[in-house]
Structures are given as C-alpha cells and as structure tokens.
C-alpha cells in the first residue's frame, strides 16, 4: 500500500539549476497538492491541482511549476534554483477539497 | 492577515499535562477543520477531523470548533512523551477560494517524561 511517493528524499542543487520532483499516488485521488516547510513557518501551498489537466497557484508559486496530465502523478519542476528555495517539499492527496489529506515522507533540498 | 494563524509555541509540558493548542482564521467560508500531527523528518498525519461547529472527542483528543468567533481548539489530555510533535491546523471549504487545504504554522510541542 504504497499511498503517496516522493523522489528524491534528499537532493543539492547549485543555484541556477533545475530540477523536478516527482510525486505519485496509487488512491486515485483526484486533489493533489505541493507544500513546501520551512522551520517554523508551517505548510505553505505552493500549487495544486483538482483533476489531470487541471493545475492552481496557491500562496508561493512563484519559481516553480507544475503540470497534470495523469490522476497519479504531479511533477513540481524548478527552474533556475535560488537559495531561498532551500525547503522540505511535501506532496499531498485527497479525494477531494474536503476529505482527508495523505502526505509523501518529503524531499529535503538544498540550494547551494 | 494570514488565512491561518497558530500559536507559534513551542509548547514545552510535563508528563500528564493537559495541553490547549489553538488557531485563528479569517475566512468565514472554511467549513472542514482539521488536525495534523507531525513526528520530526515525517510528513503530516491526520489527528482529528471536524465539520462545522462543535465538538469532537477521539481518545485524549477532543477538537473544538467555533465558527462565530472563527477559532479551533485541540485539547490533548493525560499527555504522554509518544504526543511530542509538531501540531497543524489546517482548513478547507467548498469551492471558490477555500477549495484548498490551508495550514497553520504549527505548534512545536514537548511533553517532559
């Protein structure tokens, strides 16, 4: 029962590179969401998205996109990495807006 | 103003403490509050779920809604080492702006054998 997987856990990126993280569910959840954590701030909601083919900004996309194009799956790409995107990345998924949400274990990234 | 606002903490208690955790929130519209548990280097659990207003009691956990005042509680009784975590609120409605799940910062609790 795998739920949500996350790849990589861990990655260091140089600043100006890009990078994807990748995020599957096997629950045939239609929401899917990316937060990032930084200490003491809490889940901040970077994007998010309510069916394949359907993405939404939440409060901090700026820096990062995502597309949908299955139910499963909702890459987060970076693109020209600063070190202010230095956070734990968590993917989520619910059935919808209002039911319980199922985290990923979160990838660590450090931009140097 | 913040969507969300939680009490920073953190929250450091004795063995057997009752500990009050609580958020604020601007939006009226938010219907389904929520309370997510998170060991360190883990991704967030569900704890308590709640819909509206009211009460509901899950073990040592009871959760409070009051939507007049648009304040959440968690209550966690007989606290034990196992609670030290950190505790998020988080919130959603139907449609429009709050079909989102929004989080509080969260509260670093420690609960001292």
């Known amino acids: 029962n795998a739920g949500v997987t996350q790849t990589p856990k861990f990655r260091i990126l140089k600043i100006g590179q890009s990078m994807t993280l990748q995020c599957t569910q096997d629950m045939n959840h239609n929401y899917m969401y990316w937060y990032r954590q930084d200490p003491g701030m809490g889940l901040k909601l970077i994007y998010y998205s309510v069916g394949a083919g359907i993405t939404d900004k939440g409060e901090v996309p700026n820096g990062y996109n995502v597309s949908r194009s299955t139910t499963e799956d909702f890459p987060l790409r970076l693109e020209l990495a600063a070190p202010s995107q230095t956070s734990v990345y968590f993917c989520?998924?619910?059935?919808?807006?209002?039911?319980?949400?199922?985290f990923g274990q979160g990838t660590r990234l450090t931009v140097v | 103003q913040k969507e969300v606002e939680q009490d920073p903490g953190p929250l450091s208690v004795p063995e057997g403490a009752i500990v009050s955790l609580n958020c604020t929130y601007s939006n009226s519209a938010f219907q389904y509050f929520m309370w997510y548990r998170q060991y360190s280097r883990k991704g967030p659990e569900l704890l308590m779920y709640?819909?509206?207003?009211g009460n509901k009691e899950d073990g040592r956990f009871t959760a409070q809604v009051d939507k007049s005042s648009k304040y959440i509680s968690l209550f966690i009784r007989d606290s034990q080492p196992s609670d030290s975590a950190t505790y998020l609120c988080?919130?959603?409605?139907?449609?429009?702006?709050?079909?989102?799940?929004?989080f509080g910062t969260g509260t670093l609790l420690a609960v001292q054998p």
């Open positions: 989520a998924s619910s059935y919808s807006e209002n039911t319980e949400a199922f």
């Open positions: 709640t819909y509206s207003s």
């Open positions: 988080a919130m959603t409605g139907y449609g429009g702006a709050t079909n989102k799940l929004i």
